[in-house]
């Protein structure tokens, strides 16, 4: 089966990566094309746009910033669209609106092309170590035509439903994080002012009820005062802003989403986008 992937940042190259090494013709394509060398000197074929990657491949992943990008390179001058074959599977692991996820897909079907949203949690630990969790939305054939090809990236694997569903999981995704890191920041800002040993207290919590991969993770980064991203704020701003988005038409009033929501976006205002999300614990509170 030959494979083709679109988009090479740190999530993008560490899962091309994996596909490459399980064997399968791996066909690339990224918008800088530095991005392609380490694949390419390891075997994988780099292609002049997305419509020519997709003329050569049975499924394409699509791993890109945010919906406008996923609509380039899979509706654009020079898109997916333009080159797929009838029966193209194009799988997007991008993070992007569930409602333009289903426009996409009502246009792709012209062009005889399957949209199937597949947003990943476990940040670029688990994209490298193939341990990412896969929210899907597909028809259950289609799920289980591609799942063969998303093992070597992932460890869990679940269909939410239909074209869209995914992508609504991983909002919600979001929001848990979102929350629980303001949260997080909240327990260790009063730890400190108590006087507490704040590597005692993440202990202490980890052996309990409210242990959390938040805790464990963004907890050891404040600790470190290591903020080097697994996940950078601008990225998580921009899925916040989906989240509110979608609220938004659907006359949702997310009152603690709306909190956490801003003191990520009070970080990228700052300037420190390309910090770890988990960075809003250096904010002023």
């Not at 988009?7 to 791996?26: D, H, S, T, V």
């Not at 028809?139 to 063969?148: A, V």
């Not at 990225?235 to 989906?242: A, R, Y």
Request: aromatic share 4%.
């Amino acid at each position: 089966m030959n494979l083709g992937y679109i988009g090479l940042g740190i999530m993008g190259k560490a899962c091309a990566c994996r596909l490459l090494n399980a064997g399968y013709n791996l066909y690339i394509w990224a918008r800088r094309p530095e991005a392609c060398m380490e694949l390419a000197s390891q075997g994988a074929t780099v292609c002049g746009n997305p419509a020519e990657l997709a003329s050569r491949v049975d499924i394409v992943f699509t791993n890109v910033s945010d919906t406008a990008d996923v609509e380039e390179v899979l509706l654009g001058e020079n898109g997916v669209c333009h080159g797929a074959r009838p029966g193209l599977i194009a799988v997007d692991m991008s993070t992007i609106s569930p409602l333009a996820t289903r426009r996409m897909a009502e246009k792709l079907k012209q062009y005889g092309v399957e949209l199937v949203d597949a947003p990943v949690s476990g940040g670029s630990v688990g994209a490298q170590e193939g341990t990412l969790t896969f929210m899907i939305g597909a028809t259950q054939e289609t799920y289980d035509r591609i799942l063969p090809v998303l093992k070597p990236m992932g460890k869990t694997f679940t269909r939410i439903g239909n074209v869209g569903d995914g992508q609504t999981a991983k909002a919600c995704n979001q929001i848990a994080v979102a929350g629980n890191t303001a949260i997080l920041v909240e327990l260790m800002r009063f730890a400190e002012a108590c006087g507490v040993d704040l590597a005692k207290v993440r202990e202490a919590l980890l052996g309990g009820f409210a242990q959390s991969r938040v805790l464990e993770l963004h907890g050891k980064r404040i600790l470190d005062g290591d903020f080097t991203p697994g996940f950078k704020a601008t990225l998580h701003n921009k899925d916040m802003n989906i989240v509110l988005d979608v609220a938004k038409e659907k006359n949702l009033n997310l009152e603690l989403t709306k909190i956490a929501s801003r003191r990520i976006k009070e970080l990228v205002d700052r300037g420190d986008g390309e910090l770890d999300s988990s960075a809003v614990y250096t904010l002023k509170s």
